[in-house]
């Protein structure tokens, strides 16, 4: 082996000694940029002027003298002090390796580093000051964070500092190591790091008595040393990992076999992993990775709730976790987890995802112009990508906090190829609620107790067959909520959203290109009941059972030209259950019936496909592409859709990219948000349908951000929007004869009130429906807006994104028109904002990483008011007068309303992390609306007749603290 030889640079610069006399005493000095792996605290050290070894002192305000051991700071005069300076000394070597590749044409020489030491004496950063051959050079670079100091200190305290710091590299001398038997292997093993056990490459292990003889591992972290016989002090470093020292008994004729362990300086570090994603192609892609789906605060560490925080996204309300993607309705956007689509993506509203967080490897968001391959939306596409099988071992991970618990294991069977893994989560929230609710209400009145549930499963079975792989996925998920009775005298009334899916895939290489055929099941259910003990009671169960069959196809045709392609049939059946338990007129015990009414079947069937052109040596990439979708409903209803689709992108250069991109789409009549047998029972209805165009620009690395900025126009050219939202209906009443519904602003004070007329600001105005068939609910309307993404991507101890949006979304509706004294005098249709309308939405998401492993994020979130239009709050009122000339709150017009208040919270998440030898534990505090701010969503509108008028807003605020721990295998 080549002898190599480190040494410290001989003499210790001026800048250097002046860079950390002036980072400790003179922080006016200017700043240098550091690299962003910089770690906390180092971003500050100032530069000093350049000088000679040779050229004396540099002539600044703080001078430095030469002395015997090194150098001395310089008073001002004969009766100043001067600060003690220590200079850093070498603690711990790495030695580098000469690479193997350069034995055959040995080159010799010298490369020079400049190392960043931290206050701990451990190298923070490494930059090449001299090169020497490319693979020498690397090899230095990987040693060097390997070095460990004592930390250079002024007056004794530690300060980082800036030092030279050179690898001598020496040719080895081939025919005489050729011609040397080498000695017998006395020690082999494995190299890791604690906590996730993975293998370390590039460790380098160094003997006491042997130090000449330096072991690196190799990829799979293994090595194998030639220790002499006798008790060895083994050195083991890494770079990221804290350095080991490990007493070792080495015989003669015997190979000890060991395992060693490195902790790491940063538990789950900010890594930034290249990954083999597909080339970026879409006018608007955020795609999110790791950290960025799992240590978000208000989160609750789900990775699709980090969708509310991107460009482009309105909400229902603080917390809910369904998106309003561009001012389109909830439901208009498609979730989906590898292809197969999601139902009910979230539970309760506001708790996790269905989907166990480590399946999850990343998450695509599409909030405008989504490819081909996503069809029957008219809005955003959400997609979820599952963890590639890993087949080196048993992982898993187990996690409980104040809501649910989580489990999930993946183990491989690599003498057949099969890997398998499963997940779940279970809530035990209504134990806790029950506990509560029991403790605080009196003795006997505790009939019936509040019920929050839910759970969800995955399983994933995948199998290699041939060239080809075999995948076998099942996942579903179950909400309940409502009150169930705890004796005789208590009412059950619950209601559940549950969901089922297993999907059978194959992916097979074909001519050139990739096959995959696959097969879905599902099943949706809606089900609402109340029932007592006594008088029995009522259940329904709405079901819809899918069947999907899809085939996609990709390949490359030349260096230009790619094809992705694919085909789908879902066919759906919708049944309703009617149960029921009553007791007889005669009376006895509670009977019970059985109805099943089979509502519709369906079938949905589509084709699309999409060419990738990127001429060679050109900036552009255009992708055209097309969908065409039959929706069929027995007894006659069919519509076909058919949707062009095209985007561009032109590179101005490296970093600056422009990018554009129309659409045509189509969906079926829609709810709030997706419920069973809709989509096919209201295709009597129509489609909806949108056209969708965007532009924007994108420039990366702008100082270490990326940057991108788009613009886009949805006419919405017909919707179906079956919700409350729609038109407002002439009421039937005269002037002269106050109506008696409850909440018209014209009644008298109900008795008791002390005069007093209270509108609740939630509660719907009752419009009576007359005996005709359901009247169409198409409608138009247009959405616009600009959204800024400024993203720090993972890498360094820290990470975050700034998300801007101005946005406004309308909707055609007709409404009637009041007097100064609310009284109709007809009706006007027009272009007004919908419901769920925010002008402004942004947030700042920022977590940075500790030294000690210590995990800080906050998240700073802000909106604009909705319109108070009386859609899912209160309806705007003015001060009016009656008949008899008394102050009255007198209904404003449609095209008037104002808007709820604007609404401000702040999120945070803190966690420690440990690792173990073969574990890592977590434990996190997240909290969604730390601020407890409180969000307006409607107003109370109190007083009349003498009373006087007062405007009261109403909202409860939103607080999830959950506090919890993890453990990883």
């Known amino acids: 082996m080549a002898n190599e030889q480190r040494r410290l640079n001989a003499e210790w610069r001026s800048r250097t000694a002046l860079a950390l006399v002036l980072a400790g005493l003179l922080p006016l000095a200017a700043a240098r940029a550091q690299a962003p792996t910089t770690p906390p605290g180092l971003q500050n050290i100032p530069d000093a002027p350049l000088a000679s070894p040779d050229a004396g002192l540099v002539p600044t305000e703080v001078d430095l003298q030469r002395a015997e051991d090194g150098f001395a700071l310089q008073g001002a005069g004969d009766g100043g002090t001067q600060p003690g300076f220590e200079a850093p000394t070498l603690v711990v070597d790495a030695p580098a390796r000469y690479p193997e590749a350069l034995a055959a044409q040995p080159v010799a020489g010298t490369v020079r580093l400049e190392l960043l030491v931290d206050e701990q004496g451990e190298v923070a950063e490494v930059r090449l000051v001299q090169g020497l051959h490319p693979l020498l050079d690397e090899a230095a670079l990987h040693a ?48 890791r790091a604690k906590g996730n056990r993975k293998p370390l490459v590039g460790a380098v292990l160094v003997s006491d008595a042997a130090r000449e003889m330096p072991v690196e591992t190799g990829p799979d972290g293994r090595f194998e040393a030639r220790l002499p016989p006798g008790t060895q002090t083994v050195r083991v470093n890494a770079p990221g990992h804290k350095p080991g020292v490990f007493l070792e008994e080495v015989r003669k004729g ?15 570090p900010y890594e930034t992993v290249v990954r083999g994603d597909r080339e970026r192609t879409e006018v608007s892609r955020v795609t999110l990775h790791d950290a960025e789906l799992r240590e978000i605060p208000g989160t609750m560490g789900d990775p699709f709730r980090v969708m509310m925080l991107m460009p482009g996204v309105g909400s229902m309300l603080s917390g809910i976790s369904y998106p309003v993607v561009r001012g389109s309705q909830p439901a208009a956007t498609g979730y989906f987890l590898d292809g ?104 006997g009145a505790n009939d019936s107790k509040l019920v929050l549930d839910f759970y969800d499963y995955q399983a994933r079975i995948e199998q290699e067959v041939g060239p080809g792989r075999l995948r076998l996925f099942a996942f579903g998920s179950s909400d309940t909520f409502g009150t169930q009775a705890t004796s005789d005298n208590g009412t059950t009334a619950l209601q559940s959203v549950l969901f089922h899916r297993v999907d059978l895939r ?6 050139g290109g990739e096959l995959e055929g696959g097969v879905t099941w599902g099943l949706d259910r809606f089900a609402l009941g109340a029932e007592t003990a006594r008088e029995g009671g009522t259940r329904i169960d709405i079901d819809q059972n899918d069947l999907t069959a899809r085939l996609g196809y990709q ?79 027995a007894g006659g209803i069919n519509h076909v859709a058919v949707e062009p689709r095209i985007t561009a992108r032109r590179k101005l250069g490296e970093q600056l990219t422009l990018k554009g991109g129309v659409g045509l789409y189509h969906q079926p009549p829609t709810t709030l948000i997706s419920l069973p047998i809709i989509d096919i029972a209201a295709l009597g209805q129509g489609l909806q349908q949108a056209l969708q165009v965007s532009a924007g620009v994108e420039y990366k690395n702008l100082w270490g951000f990326d940057v991108s900025l788009d613009g886009y126009v949805n006419p919405m ?26 909440g018209d602003p014209r009644d008298p004070p109900p008795p008791g009130t002390g005069g007093r007329r209270v509108v609740r600001g939630m509660a719907q105005e009752q419009i ?107 309806r705007t009122m003015v001060e009016g007068r009656d008949p008899l000339g008394q102050s009255r709150w007198v209904r404003v017009d449609m095209d008037k309303v104002e808007r709820l208040p604007p609404f401000f919270r702040f999120d945070v998440r803190v966690s420690k992390a440990w690792a173990y030898d073969t574990f890592t534990l977590e434990a996190y505090l997240d909290m969604l609306n730390v601020t407890i701010s409180q969000e307006v969503v409607s107003f109370d509108y109190i007083g009349g007749l003498g009373v006087p008028l007062e405007r009261r807003p109403s909202g409860v605020p939103i607080v999830l603290p959950i506090l919890g721990l993890k453990g990883r295998y």
């Open 144 to 191: 060097a964070p390997g070095l460990r100091f004592s930390p250079a200190k002024v007056d004794g305290a530690p300060m980082p500092v800036r030092l030279n710091f050179e690898y001598r590299f020496e040719a080895p001398q081939q025919v005489a190591e050729a011609e040397k038997p080498l000695p017998p292997v006395t020690l082999r093993g494995l190299i």
């Open 555 to 633: 390949r490359k045709f030349g260096e230009s030209l790619s094809l992705r392609s694919g085909l789908d049939v879902d066919h759906k059946r919708a049944l309703i259950t009617l149960e029921q338990r009553f007791r007889p007129p005669t009376g006895g015990p509670l009977e019970e019936t059985r109805l099943e009414l089979p509502v519709a079947i369906a079938t949905f069937s589509g084709v699309w496909a999409e060419l990738l052109w990127e001429p060679k040596d050109s900036p552009w990439s255009v992708v055209p592409g097309f969908r065409v979708d039959n929706y069929h409903l």
């Open 254 to 268: 015997e190979a000890l076999e060991v395992v060693y362990g490195l902790e790491p300086l940063v538990v789950n």
């Open 340 to 443: 197969i689509r999601v139902p009910i993506l979230f539970h309760l509203f506001l708790g996790p995802a269905v989907i166990h967080p480590d399946f999850i490897d990343s998450i695509d968001f599409f909030p405008g112009n989504p490819s081909p391959q996503y069809g029957r939306l008219t809005g955003g596409a959400v997609e979820g990508r599952l963890t590639r099988p890993r087949d080196d071992r048993l992982h898993g991970s187990a996690y409980a906090d104040l809501i649910n618990a989580g489990l999930f294991l993946e183990y491989p069977f690599q003498s057949t190829g099969t890997n398998v893994s499963v997940a779940g989560r279970v809530s035990y929230t209504p134990w806790l609620i029950a506990l509560a609710a029991n403790a605080l209400q009196p003795p």
């Open 506 to 511: 194959y992916r097979h290489p074909v001519g």
């Open 768 to 874: 009576p429906l007359p005996d005709i068939d359901i009247p169409d609910m198409s409608s138009r309307g247009l959405s616009y807006g600009l959204e800024l993404l400024i993203r720090r991507p993972l890498g360094g101890n820290w990470f975050g994104w700034l998300s801007y949006s101005l946005q406004r979304s309308t909707r055609l509706v007709r409404f009637t028109r009041f007097n100064d004294q609310d009284v109709p005098v007809g009706q006007d249709e027009a272009d007004l904002p919908y419901v769920f309308d925010q002008t402004h939405v942004a947030n700042l998401v920022l977590s940075y990483k500790f030294a000690n492993n210590v995990t800080l994020g906050g998240v700073l979130h802000f909106n604009t008011g909705r319109p108070e239009s009386g859609n899912l709050t209160s």
């Open 717 to 742: 050219l017909r919707t179906v929007e079956l919700t409350p939202f729609g038109n407002e209906e002439l009421p039937i009443e005269t002037p002269d004869q106050p109506g008696d519904g409850v």
